[in-house]
């Protein structure tokens, strides 16, 4: 607070660009602009954070980092400053936690952890591309999606395939083909051309 000496009241002078803001300012572009995204930060909060009886306090520990920060300068666009302050204090939470969701490591034996481990930024949004996908693999046809199954991700090949759904190994490559271009339609949007790397 500063004493102006021109009317001798107190206020708190805080910029946004070139025009100068009071508090009351700051608490009047947080009840305009921060509180109608509070759906969206809890659904980002929501699909981003295991443990759910924590989600009210990061709500509450998102909006007082939002307020500090505006108290320096308001930022000229309000959603992306909320979500993106919301990531980094995930991003933080994990690191300070040094929380590895088991559902992000295949082996119980890779929790030692060694150098070249991806930071906690990297886990969240390996673990959002697996809701993804998984999302996506639920919205095929059953024959599909075990075609694709066996063969992405056990690796099996179209002979094996095909003897273990019982079905011609010509079916097989039919089956992986509308598979893997339903997923493509799904992830990507119809009509997009994602090549698959050699």
Known sequence: MVETTDTGREHADLRCGSAVM???????WFVREVLPLEAILMQFLHHNWRNK?????LRQEVYVRVCEAAQKQIPDAAKPFVLT???NLLINRVRREHVVPIEAVA??????????EPGPDRIIIARDELRRLQGALDQISPRS?????????????????ASRMGIAEDTVRQHLAHG???LADILYGPGNDVRRKP
């Open 180 to 182: 893997m271009r339903a």
């Open 85 to 87: 302050t919301a990531r």
């Open 145 to 161: 999606r075990e075609a694709v199954l066996l063969g992405r991700v056990e690796g099996l090949s179209r002979r094996q395939i």
């Open 22 to 28: 009071t508090a009351s300012g700051v608490q009047e």
């Open 107 to 116: 082996d119980l034996d890779a929790l030692n952890l060694v150098k070249d």
């Open 53 to 57: 009886s924590d989600i009210a306090d």
